[in-house]
């Protein structure tokens, strides 16, 4: 499986950005989707996370209420929908597929997209 982000970009806070992930390979509707980020001179973590049939969804506390993850098996792709974006939200966005149970671990995805970078000026 391939993937590969897009939708980042520079916005105000308050603002919002759709991210989308399109991913190649027909196992794609078999893994959980995950997103994580990554602020400069920090350690990647974890945003959302999808399950397989997308019924589920997962989120860090900080971003609750404010971010949306979706999946489209039958177009191959994934979203996160960023509304009311904080300065703090800043950073390159990396979306991931794995089989792996704990969702909120990197280790736990196979597949990684190559990031969008994500901007929020205050």
């Known amino acids: 499986v391939q993937l590969q982000a897009s939708g980042g970009g520079l916005v105000q806070a308050g603002g919002s950005l759709r991210l989308s992930c399109a991913a190649s390979g027909r196992t794609f509707s078999s893994y959980t989707l995950g997103w994580f980020r990554q602020a400069p001179g920090k350690e990647r973590e974890f945003v959302a996370a999808i399950s397989v049939s997308g019924s589920s969804s997962y989120y860090r506390d900080s971003v609750k209420g404010r971010f949306t993850v979706s999946r489209d098996n039958a177009k191959n792709a994934v979203y996160l929908q960023m509304n009311s974006l904080k300065p703090e939200d800043t950073g390159v966005y990396y979306c991931?597929?794995?089989?792996?149970?704990?969702?909120?671990?990197?280790?736990?995805?196979?597949?990684w997209g190559q990031g969008t970078l994500v901007t929020v000026s205050s």
């Open positions: 991931a597929g794995g089989a792996g149970t704990n969702y909120y671990r990197s280790g736990s995805y196979n597949y």
